[in-house]
């Protein structure tokens, strides 16, 4: 079995997952990076899936699915940014091989958005990153978004690994601290985050429990998070879960 990730460009990732010698690349915006990840491990991908259809994740598709005759898999409602060859609408399950995975439609960053699970791993695109969630700037729906959150999102087994699109935990943990000064865990895994890329190496994977314990997204009832949407979006604040994350979104937007 294989799981591996290769950085591109700044900070977006993608992913390789394979077993029983067959494997799939998930999200593979640069080509050279991702034909580069699999032939690092002797491996052919005869699929491409996608978490979403912004081109900093599909740029490289095309080229990708040609120089491997591999078939794309990504939600039609995206298919305005790019055309999958088969549609993930509906499918809560996927059999490629000896792959099998889970898909979790999450609308709100773009409309096809969705998770992939595999194997306790969450590929999470753009959707949930560490310690923050995707904007909703490009296609997006922050309302569509917190259903999501609060959904789909907030159901998922606390022991998956979170593996998202980018590697924004820096920047997404310093906000979180600024809502909570007191986060020993934010604090912790910042640190952990600033090491590994002082080292030059990529920062460990997060687990859902674990971003439950400092992503501000999914802490909509911390009392730090409660009290900045409240300074921020009275109205909002005395209104549900829905309209405190969308207005905790259009915080971290200005931030």
């Known amino acids: 079995m294989i799981f591996d990730r290769r950085r591109y460009g700044k900070d977006n990732y993608t992913y390789l997952i394979a077993a029983g010698g067959d494997a799939a690349l998930v999200d593979p915006g640069d080509p050279d990076a991702a034909l ?25 598709t095309a080229a990708a699915a040609r120089a491997l005759s591999a078939q794309v898999l990504g939600h039609g409602g995206d298919a305005d940014r790019f055309r999958p060859d088969v549609d993930l609408a509906g499918r809560a399950e996927l059999a490629l091989g000896a792959l099998a995975l889970r898909v979790h439609p999450v609308p709100g960053h773009t409309p096809g958005s969705v998770l992939l699970e595999w194997e306790g791993r969450l590929l999470t695109g753009d959707t949930l990153f560490w310690a923050g969630c995707g904007n909703c700037r ?20 606390g022991a998956l ?41 990529e920062p460990a994977p997060s687990t859902l429990a674990g971003e439950r314990a400092v992503n501000p997204f999914l802490r909509l009832d911390a009392p730090g998070v409660a009290a900045a949407v409240a300074r921020a979006d009275p109205a ?6 829905a309209r405190r994350f969308v207005a905790l979104r259009a915080l971290r937007d200005r931030a």
């Open 161 to 201: 690994e979170v593996h998202p699109g980018h590697d924004y935990a820096a920047p997404n943990l310093a906000f979180a601290l600024a809502l909570e000064p007191g986060g020993a865990a934010a604090r912790a895994r910042l640190a952990e985050v600033e090491a590994a890329h002082a080292a030059g190496r």
């Open 138 to 157: 490009h296609g997006g729906d922050p309302a569509r978004l917190a259903e999501s959150f609060l959904g789909p999102i907030a159901r998922l087994d």
């Open 36 to 60: 580069a990840l699999a032939a690092a491990h002797g491996v052919r991908p005869r699929w491409i899936l996608h978490t979403h259809g912004h081109a900093d994740h599909t740029g490289g």
């Open 236 to 241: 909002a604040a005395a209104a549900g879960p």
